[in-house]
């Protein structure tokens, strides 16, 4: 028609129709292909929900034994993938790290950028991606640490595999906690989709102009960084650590927060859809107090985090706002718990949310989505003609 509504952010905006996950942000409840989040999380695996989302459905045991083993097959990335990482400074930020990794992906499988490419092509990224994606992450770790890097063992499960290639050294034994790698399993679950928050629209956008499946989840790493998107669960614990710092006075916080005049936000609460509660961050609070429990760690971070959100819960700032925990105010105290360092909890969110770009780049190609290109209202300058430099 001509008439161009300007909506910021997409606040009212869809892009798409979608049959992977469902949100309903008023009533808090997310499912991924009709399976509720919290029986995924209770009774599924990480690589089954991977498949669920991806291919639609729950696979018979054949099917879930195939897809696992033909990503056990795939887990060693090509050699002269550490040769692009020993490029990197040590102070490279992993996730900077993984997604030139993972774009670096269009060299090696130069077939993944054909526009026409088979079914079977499209099937051999998502498994490669799938296998690869634990590798370059304990690798962009390595990296930063200034250690070996440690090969995959296809004798382990998925998160085990992940685990000893990041904290496996030469010099000592390292043998894979369950409960470790059981919590982190559960996280990678409840990260695994969101429909079409930032780092997805990305993917789908990226994808929609026939890039390769590779390129276009770089892309949504990078847009996943950000602190207002994964980011987040970093600067949580950064925030969380602050306070602690600073003597605990999670009352000056509230009140930064609450500043108009402050930039500061309180991270890890608040979000686009949920306006009630996360049901994510719900599962993650009560694993918060299992996994510590189990593993014997007391970690002064997560009383501060309790008694902040108790008093945003119980402040009409917030209240009015309809700002809960998210899945980021959690997750980076049960991560840090599990060992894992700061820098690399939104690298743990990217691992998390492969299968939910996977899934989405998929189904964006397969409905024959049009190329992702917004329109604008021009509001610069009106024609004018050009000045030379001596009369400026
Ligand atoms: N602390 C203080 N005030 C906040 C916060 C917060 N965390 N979040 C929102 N507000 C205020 C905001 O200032 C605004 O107030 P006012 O109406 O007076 O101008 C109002 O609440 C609405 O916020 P908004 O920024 O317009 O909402 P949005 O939907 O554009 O942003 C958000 C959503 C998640 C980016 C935002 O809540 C935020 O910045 N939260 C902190 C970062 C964070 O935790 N991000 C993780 C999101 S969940 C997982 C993920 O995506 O990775």
């Known amino acids: 028609s001509g008439v161009i509504t300007i909506d910021p952010g997409f606040k009212n905006t869809g892009s798409t129709t979608s049959a992977i996950t469902f949100l309903d942000g008023e009533k808090g409840i997310l499912r991924y292909r009709g399976y509720s989040i919290e029986e995924l999380a209770e009774k599924s695996n990480f690589l089954e929900v991977a498949y669920l989302l991806i291919y639609g459905e729950l696979p018979d045991k054949a099917t879930y034994d195939k897809f696992v083993s033909d990503i056990t097959m795939h887990t060693l990335v090509h050699e002269d993938v550490k040769k692009i990482l020993e490029g990197f400074p040590s102070t490279a930020h992993p996730m900077g790290v993984l997604s030139s990794l993972v774009c670096a992906q269009t060299a090696f499988y130069p077939a993944s950028l054909d526009p026409n490419r088979s079914a079977t092509e499209v099937d051999m990224s998502i498994i490669r991606l799938i296998a690869k994606m634990p590798t370059f992450a304990a690798w962009s770790y390595k990296n930063q ?7 995959p063992d296809n004798n382990l499960n ?6 000893k290639m990041m904290f496996a050294t030469p010099a000592e034994e390292y043998e894979v906690d369950p409960v470790v790698a059981n919590a982190l399993d559960k996280l990678l679950i409840l990260h695994a989709d969101h429909e079409q928050n930032c780092s997805t629209s990305t ?24 602190p207002l998107h994964g ?4 600067a949580v614990i950064e925030m969380l650590e602050n306070i602690r710092k600073d003597g605990g006075d ?3 916080w509230m009140a930064k927060a609450k500043d108009k005049n402050d930039p500061f936000r309180l991270m890890g609460f608040g979000h686009r859809v949920y306006k009630n509660f996360d049901p994510r961050a719900k599962i993650i609070k ?4 299992d996994v510590l429990a189990k593993l014997g760690v007391k970690d002064p971070v997560l009383d501060i985090a309790k008694g902040l959100e108790e008093e945003a819960l119980n402040d009409p700032y917030f209240v009015e706002r309809k700002l809960y925990p998210n899945v980021d105010f959690y997750s980076g105290i049960i991560y840090r718990a599990l060992g894992i360092p700061t820098d690399m909890f939104t690298v743990m969110f990217a691992m998390g949310r492969l299968p939910g770009w996977i899934a989405q780049w998929k189904e964006m190609r397969e409905n024959k989505e049009p190329i992702g290109r917004p329109r604008q209202v021009y509001t610069g300058a009106n024609q004018r003609p050009y000045v030379g430099m001596d009369k400026r």
């Not at 009560?286 to 107090?289: E, L, N, S, T």
């Open 158 to 163: 998925y998160t085990a595999n992940f685990l």
């Open 145 to 151: 640490i200034g250690h070996p890097v440690n090969y």
């Open 250 to 252: 999670t009352k000056k």
């Open 286 to 289: 009560k694993a918060a107090d």
């Open 203 to 226: 993917v789908r956008v990226v994808g929609s102009s026939h890039a390769s499946m590779y390129a276009s989840i770089s892309a949504g790493i990078n847009a996943l960084w950000g």
């Open 231 to 234: 980011g987040a669960n970093q």
